[in-house]
């Protein structure tokens, strides 16, 4: 990675047209990743100083600036109260503290990663993305379009959801082969995302619609897992086939089923 | 460019340039403590505090440590001894590559856990990583420094 | 014994922890010059063209070395003896690259960017080869990876370039295809273990300055530094007398930086330029350009009788060197040679085989050294036995292994490369390891050949395996050590001993502090310098307890003497009448005495004509080679649907003789168990089909965390090995040698299925658990 000029704006307005205005800028979450990368960089833009590093609640939703470390989301008491701690656990895993206290939410996000751990979990919660110049866009849109924009924080809905989170890892830190979110609100509807397919995490649709229509025993949700692996796609890398990502997928959905209704 | 930090309690204004990683800033300010063994922020042997935290100094600008304060086993002697030597009773220091770093994650761990149990003290310092020792010997010594410093 | 046996803490201990600059990259001279490596990304091609103009004049570029200006000596890498095992086939840099990350040119620059900067502007032409990269067609293969004439071997070892063979070797006792014809069970298994990188924490660094007497100065990790300088001298075409090479601490090795490695591009910058130069590798380049353990394929067969009784053992090997022989013949010789004298008593063994070269990063030593690859086949094949002939594993063991006072034929058959030397075993505790680690593990409680209880999923099973090493290279290696006595009574214990963090200065010297039965403050220890230094061979082959202790208490003993006979001249008494307790010299009746303290000080400073200066010097080299013995078990509980499984105990029994350092020989256990379990069940070394590795950072190349580390339990047996240096044998390689096996076998007891290529992933597990199931 190069980088000509290093800039700490002051006001995100100022961050933005830097970002806008200047060809290959780059915004610098905590650089962790960024720092793998060969690119060269016009103008690194660090948010250090916009006051994004935050996790705070109100009476509907959690609220989690860009800037906030995944160590921070990881130990917070508010991230742990809800969603069954869904958001600590996915994260606790990912290398080390010592990188946990450097990676950011807007990182974790904006990079989307497909072995991501932290975009698989939130998939599964009622999230949104709130961009400086977008404003509040839907997980999954901002996951699937492309935007030259700032993440300012992303807002979690709550609304009683419960959550499961399952991932198989080689080590203990290494990245997924494979990872699980499955949410289930009050009426008996399910969200669930299968990620480090190794592609970015997806939902299982039809395991959702066949969810809704039965009863919450263990054979369903060995059934619907069975139907998850059946529908979503997987590769293979040198981390795992696809062959052995369908057998976890159908495990792994079936037993954060069973985690939920437990 | 250049920037303004503390290094081991000394204010400093240093030039850097903007791509530079703290880890070789720090090397080259005389922190040789600070251990240079991977490129991708995966072995934690260049761990250093950065305001009371542990970070990976080869994955962390040195540009974003503008204003903050850093410890490096440099400036930490009398500590790192306090710990090191139950390391090196248990027979924990062997290559003695990963261990400023390792001890600096210690020091940490003991401010931010209260009486972690064997599983918190290993998922607490898995980010750094040792060829040599197998760990066993790590965690008998910190364990047994954690029990006598009560 | 006061000072051994005793768990010293480790003399450099304190000083690596508070971060003292210890290690290469600290001792560099700030100002030096960086070399780089311009690296091949072509598995295999020949330079049509290469033209550095653009990049020489980049501003910051100090000087830039292709295979045109650099002397074209070939030579081999590997770091061993002499005359070397290994082909000759290496050159500095040559006009063909023959792996991805092999050596294209060497470019000095004054910073690392601008080094990188100028690297992309040296253009090259090449015409690319077809690669070989599948190690079972290498042979005869049309692509021929060393087509140049120079290489050669320093005695017969089967080389033929032409077909792509670094070596082959075959030796026979009794008539192994009659006696498996005749044996009433017969296993006939392949099994392969795949590549597997060092990682140690520090990458290999060097640095070189020119010193005031204009002699090259070599400051390198390594594990070698006399081996080192020999080979400095042959490539570069340069009297030896000219080059000093120093080991400072090293950050882990694991035999990775027995081989060398910048050295050579450091010592071409600095000779050219005359300034000081460094060349610390990236973590890429560890994995990528230096070594990696070597693949190997494993046919064996085992006849037996009904009874369990060992008939025949055959053993065909062949081995990937990748693109240079560095070790290739003795690491596969190893394979057998310290595996199959552990069943000692069958009518007719059989070992033989091939190193193929192929496009891929060269194989070297590493811990273990082909005794790992090949106790995987022979303890997994043991394992297969057992169960086929419904006997307990253990029982099996401990009916046909081998037993103090025996011998093996193989110890004198097979030795470095050639010719071994012929031992009687005079200390092996294998049977008291394998009843103690079976009470320590409960094995008569879990150990279940069938119906096992399947829980929430989980189920649980438990293996076993044997193993052995050997202690140095005997009428080969050697460790010589001086003593030199200084005023207020301490010593200097000059030892060419490399430690690399195995803490070898630590029990040098308390080998030494036994001898002379001082306190270990008193002997002040510097090793590893190629000037100040008597001759190490350096730290491989499980060598230095056994060979350099050897060496420190022969000359501890003669330093005893010493003060002993020079002693009794200063008191005026007979030397026979005249004792030494390690502070006072003095007669048998106590009559006459002087302190050391005070006589030490009087012969360096006011003897007026008897003063003199004590110094003794020895050296040893090892009649044979006692190999340490340990019985490994584990045991593991299986996700039955995942096939992800959890180490729950390892348990491991040694016999390492006496332990000279418990602390310390526990702390090599330890260490060694982890890399082994690591090789079991996490690391790979892979490539993609075009020979780049896809395993060349610790993101994808996965050593264990102290989160993978299952409840570990060693213990030694209370043994004592005549020939070693109070009863010592070595400790360094035997951890790592069963977790393949024994995890094998583990897995094999919970699910029944048997996993035959390593590492034993939970993929491998699963998807073999559905095809028994089909079936
Ligand atoms: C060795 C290693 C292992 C890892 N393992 C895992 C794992 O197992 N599971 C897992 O989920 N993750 C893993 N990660 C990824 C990690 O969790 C973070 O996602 C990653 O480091 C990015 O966070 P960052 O703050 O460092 O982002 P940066 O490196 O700073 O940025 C990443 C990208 O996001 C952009 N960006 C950053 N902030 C913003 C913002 N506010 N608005 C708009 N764009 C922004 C940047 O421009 C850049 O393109 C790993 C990372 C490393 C280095
Ligand atoms: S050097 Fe390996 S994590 Fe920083
Ligand atoms: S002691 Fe060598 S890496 Fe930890």
Request: hydrophobic fraction near 35%; glycine fraction near 8%.
């Given at each position: 990675?190069i980088?000509?000029e290093?800039?700490?704006?002051?006001?995100?307005?100022?961050a933005?047209s830097i970002?806008?205005t200047?060809?290959?800028?780059?915004?610098i979450g905590g650089?962790?990743?960024?720092?793998l990368s060969?690119?060269?960089?016009?103008s690194?833009?660090?948010?250090?100083?916009?006051?994004l590093?935050?996790?705070s609640e109100t009476d509907?939703?959690?609220?989690?600036?860009a800037?906030?470390t995944?160590?921070?989301l990881e130990i917070n008491e508010?991230t742990k109260?809800?969603?069954?701690?869904?958001?600590?656990n996915?994260?606790?895993n990912i290398?080390?503290v010592q990188?946990?206290?450097?990676?950011?939410?807007?990182?974790a996000?904006?990079?989307k990663?497909?072995f991501?751990?932290?975009?698989t979990?939130?998939?599964?919660l009622?999230?949104k993305?709130?961009?400086?110049?977008?404003?509040?866009v839907?997980?999954?849109?901002?996951?699937?379009q492309?935007?030259?924009?700032i993440v300012?924080?992303?807002i979690i809905?709550?609304n009683?959801q419960?959550?499961?989170?399952q991932?198989i890892?080689?080590t203990?830190t290494?990245?997924?082969?494979l990872n699980?979110?499955?949410?289930k609100?009050t009426?008996?509807s399910y969200?669930?995302?299968?990620?480090?397919?190794?592609?970015i995490?997806?939902?299982?649709?039809k395991a959702?619609?066949?969810l809704?229509?039965?009863?919450?025993s263990?054979?369903?949700?060995?059934?619907?897992?069975?139907?998850a692996?059946?529908?979503i796609k997987f590769?293979?890398?040198f981390?795992?086939s696809a062959e052995?990502r369908q057998e976890?997928?159908k495990v792994l959905?079936s037993r954060?089923i069973c985690?939920?209704?437990? | 460019?250049k920037?303004?930090l503390?290094?081991?309690?000394?204010d400093?204004i240093?030039d850097?340039r903007?791509?530079?990683m703290?880890l070789?800033?720090?090397?080259?300010?005389?922190c040789l403590?600070?251990k240079?063994?991977?490129?991708t922020?995966?072995?934690g042997?260049?761990?250093?505090?950065l305001?009371e935290k542990?970070?990976?100094s080869c994955?962390?600008?040195a540009?974003?440590?503008?204003?903050?304060s850093?410890?490096t086993?440099e400036?930490?002697?009398?500590?790192v001894?306090q710990?090191s030597?139950?390391?090196?009773?248990e027979g924990?220091?062997q290559?003695g590559f990963?261990i400023?770093?390792l001890?600096?994650?210690v020091?940490?761990?003991e401010?931010?856990?209260n009486?972690?149990?064997?599983?918190?003290?290993?998922?607490y310092?898995?980010?750094?990583?040792c060829r040599?020792?197998?760990?066993?010997?790590?965690?008998?010594a910190i364990k047994?420094?954690l029990?006598?410093?009560? | 014994?006061?000072?051994v046996?005793k768990?010293?803490?480790?003399?450099?201990?304190m000083g690596?922890?508070?971060?003292?600059p210890?290690?290469?990259?600290?001792?560099?001279?700030s100002?030096?010059i960086?070399v780089?490596?311009?690296r091949s990304p072509?598995?295999?091609?020949r330079?049509?063209?290469?033209?550095v103009?653009?990049a020489t004049k980049y501003p910051?570029v100090e000087c830039i070395f292709?295979?045109?200006?650099v002397?074209r000596?070939?030579?081999?890498?590997?770091?061993?003896?002499?005359?070397?095992?290994s082909?000759?086939?290496?050159f500095i840099?040559d006009?063909?690259v023959?792996?991805?990350g092999?050596e294209?040119?060497i470019?000095a620059a004054?910073?690392?960017?601008?080094?990188?900067?100028a690297?992309k502007l040296?253009?090259?032409d090449?015409?690319?080869?077809e690669?070989?990269?599948d190690?079972?067609?290498?042979?005869n293969n049309k692509?021929?990876?060393?087509?140049?004439k120079?290489?050669?071997t320093?005695?017969?070892?089967?080389?033929?370039?032409?077909?792509?063979?670094?070596?082959t070797?075959?030796m026979?006792?009794g008539?192994v295809?009659?006696?498996?014809k005749?044996s009433?069970?017969?296993i006939d298994k392949?099994?392969?273990?795949q590549?597997?990188a060092?990682?140690?924490?520090?990458?290999?660094?060097?640095?070189?300055?020119?010193?005031?007497y204009e002699?090259?100065?070599i400051?390198?990790s390594?594990q070698?530094?006399?081996h080192?300088r020999r080979?400095i001298?042959e490539?570069?075409?340069?009297?030896?007398n000219?080059?000093r090479?120093?080991?400072?601490r090293?950050?882990?090795a694991?035999g990775?930086?027995q081989?060398?490695?910048g050295?050579?591009?450091?010592?071409?910058v600095?000779?050219?330029?005359?300034r000081p130069?460094?060349?610390?590798?990236?973590?890429k380049?560890?994995?990528?350009?230096s070594?990696?353990?070597?693949?190997?394929r494993l046919?064996i067969?085992?006849?037996?009788?009904k009874?369990g009784?060992?008939k025949?053992?055959?053993?065909r090997?062949?081995?990937?060197t990748g693109a240079?022989?560095?070790?290739?013949?003795t690491?596969?010789?190893i394979?057998g040679s310290?595996?199959?004298?552990?069943?000692n008593?069958v009518d007719?063994?059989?070992?033989?085989?091939?190193v193929?070269y192929?496009n891929?990063?060269?194989?070297g030593a590493?811990?273990g050294?082909?005794?790992i690859?090949?106790n995987f086949?022979?303890?997994?094949?043991?394992d297969?036995?057992a169960?086929k002939?419904?006997?307990d594993?253990?029982?099996?063991?401990?009916m046909?292994?081998i037993?103090?006072?025996?011998?093996?034929?193989?110890f004198k058959?097979?030795?470095?490369?050639g010719?071994?030397?012929a031992?009687?075993?005079e200390?092996c505790?294998?049977?008291?390891c394998?009843?103690r680690?079976?009470?320590?593990i409960?094995?008569?409680?879990k150990?279940?050949?069938?119906n096992?209880?399947?829980?929430d999923?989980?189920?649980?099973?438990i293996g076993?395996?044997?193993?052995?090493q050997?202690s140095g290279?005997?009428?080969m290696?050697?460790?010589?050590?001086s003593?030199?006595?200084n005023?207020?009574?301490?010593?200097?214990?000059?030892?060419?001993?490399t430690d690399?963090?195995?803490?070898?200065?630590?029990?040098?010297?308390?080998?030494?502090?036994e001898?002379l039965?001082?306190?270990?403050?008193?002997?002040?220890v510097?090793?590893?310098d190629?000037?100040?230094?008597?001759f190490d061979?350096?730290a491989?082959?499980?060598?230095?307890?056994?060979?350099?202790?050897n060496g420190v208490?022969k000359?501890?003993?003669?330093?005893?003497?010493l003060?002993?006979?020079?002693?009794?001249?200063h008191l005026k008494?007979d030397?026979?009448?005249t004792?030494f307790?390690g502070k006072?010299?003095?007669?048998?009746?106590?009559e006459?005495?002087?302190?050391?303290?005070?006589?030490?000080?009087?012969?360096l400073?006011n003897?007026?004509?008897?003063?003199?200066?004590?110094?003794?010097v020895?050296?040893?080299?090892?009649?044979?080679s006692?190999p340490?013995?340990?019985?490994?078990?584990?045991?593991v509980?299986?996700?039955?649907?995942?096939?992800h499984?959890?180490?729950?105990?390892?348990?491991?029994?040694?016999d390492c003789?006496?332990t000279?350092?418990?602390?310390l020989?526990?702390?090599q256990?330890?260490g060694?168990?982890?890399?082994?379990?690591?090789?079991?069940?996490?690391?790979d070394v892979k490539?993609?089909?075009?020979?780049?590795?896809?395993?060349?950072?610790l993101m994808?190349?996965?050593?264990p965390?102290?989160?993978?580390?299952p409840?570990?339990?060693v213990e030694?047996?209370?043994s004592?090995?005549?020939?070693?240096?109070y009863g010592?044998k070595?400790?360094?390689?035997?951890?790592?040698d069963?977790?393949p096996a024994?995890?094998a076998?583990a897995i094999?007891?919970a699910?029944g299925v048997?996993?035959?290529?390593?590492?034993?992933?939970?993929e491998?597990v699963?998807?073999a658990?559905?095809?028994?199931?089909?079936k």
């Amino acid at each position: 990675m190069i980088i000509d000029e290093y800039k700490k704006p002051q006001t995100i307005e100022e961050a933005y047209s830097i970002l806008t205005t200047k060809k290959n800028s780059q915004i610098i979450g905590g650089g962790a990743y960024l720092r793998l990368s060969k690119k060269h960089i016009s103008s690194a833009i660090d948010l250090s100083n916009l006051k994004l590093d935050f996790i705070s609640e109100t009476d509907d939703y959690i609220e989690i600036g860009a800037m906030t470390t995944l160590r921070e989301l990881e130990i917070n008491e508010i991230t742990k109260k809800y969603f069954n701690g869904i958001i600590s656990n996915s994260i606790r895993n990912i290398v080390g503290v010592q990188l946990r206290n450097i990676a950011t939410t807007g990182g974790a996000i904006s990079g989307k990663f497909g072995f991501s751990d932290l975009i698989t979990a939130l998939s599964v919660l009622d999230c949104k993305v709130i961009l400086y110049k977008a404003g509040a866009v839907k997980l999954v849109d901002f996951i699937n379009q492309k935007y030259n924009d700032i993440v300012e924080k992303i807002i979690i809905r709550k609304n009683n959801q419960i959550a499961d989170f399952q991932a198989i890892r080689n080590t203990k830190t290494d990245y997924a082969i494979l990872n699980v979110a499955v949410s289930k609100h009050t009426n008996n509807s399910y969200k669930i995302a299968v990620g480090a397919r190794p592609g970015i995490a997806i939902f299982a649709v039809k395991a959702e619609g066949f969810l809704k229509t039965v009863d919450s025993s263990k054979e369903n949700a060995e059934k619907a897992g069975l139907i998850a692996s059946q529908e979503i796609k997987f590769t293979s890398n040198f981390r795992a086939s696809a062959e052995y990502r369908q057998e976890l997928c159908k495990v792994l959905v079936s037993r954060a089923i069973c985690n939920i209704n437990k | 460019m250049k920037i303004k930090l503390k290094i081991n309690n000394q204010d400093k204004i240093i030039d850097i340039r903007p791509d530079e990683m703290l880890l070789e800033v720090l090397r080259k300010n005389g922190c040789l403590s600070v251990k240079h063994g991977c490129d991708t922020g995966s072995c934690g042997a260049c761990t250093v505090l950065l305001d009371e935290k542990p970070i990976l100094s080869c994955s962390y600008l040195a540009a974003k440590a503008e204003g903050h304060s850093i410890i490096t086993v440099e400036g930490a002697q009398k500590k790192v001894e306090q710990i090191s030597k139950y390391l090196v009773d248990e027979g924990g220091v062997q290559c003695g590559f990963c261990i400023p770093g390792l001890v600096l994650t210690v020091m940490s761990m003991e401010k931010e856990l209260n009486n972690p149990s064997e599983e918190e003290i290993t998922h607490y310092l898995s980010g750094n990583l040792c060829r040599c020792t197998g760990y066993s010997s790590h965690t008998r010594a910190i364990k047994k420094y954690l029990e006598e410093k009560k | 014994m006061k000072q051994v046996n005793k768990s010293v803490p480790k003399i450099d201990g304190m000083g690596l922890a508070k971060g003292k600059p210890a290690f290469t990259d600290d001792l560099a001279d700030s100002n030096a010059i960086i070399v780089k490596v311009l690296r091949s990304p072509h598995a295999f091609a020949r330079i049509k063209n290469i033209n550095v103009d653009k990049a020489t004049k980049y501003p910051g570029v100090e000087c830039i070395f292709t295979h045109k200006d650099v002397p074209r000596n070939v030579f081999t890498r590997a770091g061993q003896g002499y005359p070397e095992p290994s082909p000759k086939d290496k050159f500095i840099l040559d006009e063909y690259v023959r792996y991805v990350g092999d050596e294209l040119a060497i470019v000095a620059a004054s910073t690392d960017e601008v080094a990188e900067q100028a690297m992309k502007l040296i253009e090259v032409d090449y015409e690319v080869l077809e690669p070989v990269l599948d190690f079972e067609k290498a042979e005869n293969n049309k692509s021929v990876i060393h087509p140049e004439k120079e290489p050669y071997t320093m005695f017969p070892m089967g080389f033929d370039a032409s077909k792509n063979i670094a070596c082959t070797y075959d030796m026979h006792v009794g008539d192994v295809d009659e006696v498996l014809k005749n044996s009433e069970v017969v296993i006939d298994k392949t099994y392969y273990t795949q590549a597997q990188a060092h990682v140690a924490i520090e990458t290999h660094s060097s640095t070189a300055y020119i010193d005031h007497y204009e002699r090259l100065n070599i400051i390198t990790s390594t594990q070698t530094p006399v081996h080192l300088r020999r080979i400095i001298g042959e490539a570069l075409g340069m009297p030896i007398n000219k080059i000093r090479v120093v080991k400072p601490r090293v950050g882990g090795a694991f035999g990775g930086k027995q081989q060398i490695h910048g050295e050579l591009f450091c010592a071409l910058v600095t000779l050219k330029t005359g300034r000081p130069s460094k060349c610390i590798y990236s973590r890429k380049e560890v994995f990528e350009s230096s070594f990696s353990r070597h693949a190997m394929r494993l046919n064996i067969k085992i006849g037996a009788e009904k009874s369990g009784k060992l008939k025949a053992i055959d053993l065909r090997v062949l081995s990937d060197t990748g693109a240079y022989g560095e070790h290739a013949l003795t690491v596969f010789m190893i394979a057998g040679s310290k595996t199959l004298p552990l069943y000692n008593k069958v009518d007719a063994v059989h070992f033989g085989g091939t190193v193929v070269y192929t496009n891929h990063t060269p194989g070297g030593a590493y811990r273990g050294y082909g005794a790992i690859q090949g106790n995987f086949a022979l303890e997994s094949a043991m394992d297969e036995l057992a169960n086929k002939l419904n006997i307990d594993p253990l029982e099996l063991r401990k009916m046909n292994m081998i037993k103090e006072g025996e011998t093996s034929e193989i110890f004198k058959i097979m030795g470095e490369g050639g010719e071994g030397t012929a031992q009687i075993i005079e200390s092996c505790k294998l049977d008291y390891c394998l009843k103690r680690g079976s009470e320590m593990i409960k094995w008569n409680n879990k150990y279940q050949n069938k119906n096992k209880k399947v829980i929430d999923d989980k189920v649980r099973g438990i293996g076993l395996a044997i193993a052995m090493q050997g202690s140095g290279i005997p009428n080969m290696d050697m460790g010589a050590a001086s003593l030199k006595l200084n005023d207020d009574g301490f010593f200097n214990l000059l030892i060419g001993a490399t430690d690399l963090g195995t803490g070898s200065d630590t029990i040098l010297a308390q080998i030494a502090a036994e001898a002379l039965n001082v306190p270990v403050e008193d002997i002040v220890v510097y090793s590893s310098d190629s000037d100040l230094t008597p001759f190490d061979c350096g730290a491989y082959a499980s060598s230095t307890t056994f060979v350099s202790g050897n060496g420190v208490k022969k000359t501890a003993e003669k330093m005893k003497n010493l003060i002993i006979s020079e002693g009794a001249k200063h008191l005026k008494i007979d030397v026979s009448d005249t004792i030494f307790d390690g502070k006072i010299i003095k007669s048998k009746d106590g009559e006459n005495s002087i302190s050391l303290k005070e006589i030490s000080k009087g012969w360096l400073y006011n003897y007026g004509q008897a003063q003199k200066q004590l110094l003794a010097v020895d050296s040893y080299v090892g009649k044979k080679s006692p190999p340490p013995y340990m019985a490994g078990f584990a045991e593991v509980e299986v996700d039955t649907k995942t096939g992800h499984f959890d180490i729950l105990n390892y348990t491991a029994v040694v016999d390492c003789g006496t332990t000279i350092n418990p602390k310390l020989a526990l702390g090599q256990m330890e260490g060694g168990l982890l890399q082994g379990i690591g090789m079991a069940v996490y690391e790979d070394v892979k490539y993609n089909k075009y020979g780049q590795m896809l395993t060349n950072n610790l993101m994808n190349y996965k050593i264990p965390t102290r989160e993978d580390v299952p409840n570990i339990n060693v213990e030694f047996a209370d043994s004592y090995e005549p020939s070693g240096p109070y009863g010592a044998k070595s400790v360094g390689e035997i951890g790592i040698d069963t977790p393949p096996a024994v995890i094998a076998n583990a897995i094999f007891n919970a699910v029944g299925v048997r996993i035959t290529d390593l590492p034993i992933t939970p993929e491998k597990v699963l998807l073999a658990m559905k095809k028994k199931q089909i079936k």
